[in-house]
């Protein structure tokens, strides 16, 4: 009897964790169906959704991502006609070391602007060498020639090795890991063979709903993704992406650049333009980022004006490195590209608060001195920030958060997403940056329009940020070494305008942010060299990028 007594127990006690297991199941599964119909349309079909979807199946067995470095191998010179350039490959030693080598050269006094390219040559199938010589002024195709060797390696090596030391006074195999400059003699313009990529280590994921990308995000990603939009820009700045192919910049080369103009602006500073030492640094900076000038004589930097577009340039090519580190590989599906930026992007419709109260922002605020040009709001972007504890770091605390703009060309907003907004480095002139080397923001829409361009749909860009002033140092005039200098106490500057936006229809958020979205007014304070606000920030921490505003130059209106 006890013995029946204990089967009948534990059968009823399994019998319920039965019920309970069926009970559950049938929740979750009412809770799946529930999510499935909220994401149907009135037809009963589903909804094309933001990408990625927040709520996706994934299999347990999914691998986490990893990086890979691959090296590519380097292109044969395309002058190269009297070969079938296809059937060989740049000759690759047992340390894996290629042997190309891209020189270049600039002395402005002798109106010099010349490479030297000299690569060895292996056909792929072995057995035949060949050296493949070009020179001439950048910009043109100057005169080449190719030596022949059938099976003489030891011969290719030696005239190969014999002309790198011949034009840089350097060996060839020593210049790898420290090249020497040598006055007079051609630089070697350092090439990044390898690239990193982000590669899962399982492609293929189970029962995953597939996303769809919304075709506004879609669009958003072409704009900032193309190569042919770099590549124009670059070229606009006289930049000789040939000799230094976009792709293949490398930090250092873009670092020597910097340090060769800080050299300028101090030459510039002294008014000393006439001594050998600003020539010669001329002839480095011009050295070490390749610039194409046809015949013309590569233009001295004598004034802070064209210190500028250098600066620019340069600043143009690191947010370019950055986008092609990211990027990996520019044929990757748009998708790709996507999942590598820091934020969730997502589309804000015009029916929503947040976009009205934008639109109102960029109209209203655009000064009235920037009369050739009005704005008009095509699209608004949501940022969510995927490192959550990123934001946590944000200094919420510090007081007076103002949603601010931030203008920047088409060609860097994708360094921006996918890395945030950058302050300029140590190493990089203070030329440019009024109150020195920071975050720079206004309150004006057309201010930040300016520093911003449109691409072939007429798109431009613009973003707000939700900046944690504090106490903020206000200023009349420039201080271009305020990031070495903020006084204790201070968290920021602001460079007081004369015209402001109206202080009264300023409005305050529910999360105490402020939105100066009035219409420009004079300001009470009127001796001040600044015509529009800055405010400026020296810590990133201080940053939380909140919106991607695309907007659009309206050139025909009447005044």
Same mark, same amino acid.
């Given at each position: ?9 534990? !059968? ?10 069926? !009970?559950?199941?049938? &929740? #979750? ?19 094309? #959704?933001? /990408? ?28 190269? !006609? ?6 060989? =490959? ?43 010589? =070009? ?42 890991? !420290? ?25 293929? $994921?189970?029962? +995953? ?12 990603? +072409? ?11 670059? =070229? ?31 030459? *510039? ?8 030492? /600003? ?10 980022? @390749? ?7 590569? @233009? ?47 589309? $804000? ?13 960029? *109209? ?13 709001l095509k699209q608004v972007y949501e940022l969510n920030r995927k490192d959550k504890e990123k934001e946590e770091k944000f200094l919420k605390n510090l007081g007076k958060r103002m949603l601010l703009w931030h203008g920047s060309k088409l060609t860097n907003w994708y360094s921006i997403l996918a890395q945030g907004l950058r302050i300029a480095p140590p190493e990089a002139p203070v030329t440019g940056y009024m109150f020195g080397k920071g975050v720079y923001f206004a309150d004006i829409s057309s201010k930040s329009a300016n520093y911003s361009n449109s691409g072939s749909n007429n798109s431009a860009f613009m973003m707000l940020s939700e900046v944690a002033l504090g ?15 903020? @006084?204790?106490? &201070?968290?920021?500057?602001?460079? #007081? ?5 109206? @202080? ?8 105490? *942010? ?36 695309? /907007? ?8």
């Amino acid at each position: 009897k006890s013995k029946t007594s204990d089967n009948d127990k534990k !059968s009823k006690e399994k019998s319920e964790k039965s019920k309970k297991g069926k !009970s559950r199941k049938k &929740k #979750i599964d009412d809770q799946t169906d529930e999510e499935d119909e909220n994401n149907k349309g009135e037809d009963g079909s589903e909804d094309e #959704i933001p /990408f990625p979807r927040k709520k996706q199946k994934l299999d347990k067995n999914k691998k986490k991502e990893q990086e890979v470095e691959l090296e590519e191998e380097p292109e044969i010179d395309i002058e190269c !006609s009297d070969i079938n350039i296809q059937a060989y =490959r740049i000759y690759k030693n047992s340390e894996g070391i290629f042997f190309n080598a891209m020189l270049n050269q600039t002395n402005i006094q002798n109106n010099n602007n010349k490479f030297y390219l000299i690569q060895l040559l292996e056909n792929r199938l072995g057995g035949d060498y060949c050296v493949w010589l =070009r020179w001439g002024r950048v910009g043109m195709k100057g005169q080449s020639d190719l030596n022949r060797f059938n099976s003489n390696l030891d011969g290719a090596l030696k005239l190969f090795e014999r002309k790198f030391k011949d034009k840089t006074n350097n060996d060839f195999l020593g210049s790898q890991q !420290s090249f020497v400059k040598i006055n007079g003699k051609y630089d070697l313009i350092k090439i990044d063979y390898k690239r990193k990529i982000i590669q899962k280590e399982e492609e293929i $994921v189970k029962d +995953q709903i597939v996303s769809v990308m919304d075709e506004r995000i879609k669009k958003l990603m +072409q704009t900032i993704c193309d190569f042919k939009s770099m590549e124009k820009e670059v =070229r606009r700045l006289d930049f000789d992406f040939q000799r230094m192919p976009l792709g293949k910049i490398t930090k250092e080369q873009i670092k020597s650049g910097y340090e060769a103009l800080t050299q300028i602006e101090q030459f *510039i500073a002294k008014n000393e333009l006439e001594s050998v030492a /600003f020539k010669q640094s001329m002839n480095e900076y011009y050295t070490r980022i @390749p610039h194409c000038f046809g015949m013309r004589t590569p @233009p001295m930097i004598r004034t802070i004006e064209a210190l500028k577009q250098e600066i620019e340039l340069l600043d143009l090519l690191t947010g370019i490195e950055i986008a092609v580190t990211k990027m990996n590989n520019s044929d990757d599906p748009i998708e790709k590209h996507y999942s590598r930026l820091k934020w969730d992007i997502i589309p $804000v419709e015009k029916e929503d608060e947040k976009y009205k109260l934008i639109e109102e922002y960029l *109209i209203n605020t655009q000064g009235p001195t920037h009369c050739s040009f009005k704005l008009g709001l095509k699209q608004v972007y949501e940022l969510n920030r995927k490192d959550k504890e990123k934001e946590e770091k944000f200094l919420k605390n510090l007081g007076k958060r103002m949603l601010l703009w931030h203008g920047s060309k088409l060609t860097n907003w994708y360094s921006i997403l996918a890395q945030g907004l950058r302050i300029a480095p140590p190493e990089a002139p203070v030329t440019g940056y009024m109150f020195g080397k920071g975050v720079y923001f206004a309150d004006i829409s057309s201010k930040s329009a300016n520093y911003s361009n449109s691409g072939s749909n007429n798109s431009a860009f613009m973003m707000l940020s939700e900046v944690a002033l504090g106490e903020m140092l206000e200023l009349k005039d420039g201080d271009s070494d305020l990031h070495n200098k903020l @006084p204790k106490g &201070k968290h920021s500057t602001k460079g #007081i305008g004369k015209i402001v936006p109206k @202080p009264e229809e300023t409005k305050i958020l529910d999360d105490g *942010i402020e939105v100066p979205c009035g219409k420009p007014v004079d300001a009470e304070c009127q001796d001040t060299t600044l015509i529009y606000n800055e405010f400026i920030v020296y810590n990133l921490e201080q940053i939380r990028e909140r919106f991607l505003v695309e /907007f659009n130059y309206q050139y025909n209106f009447e005044l």
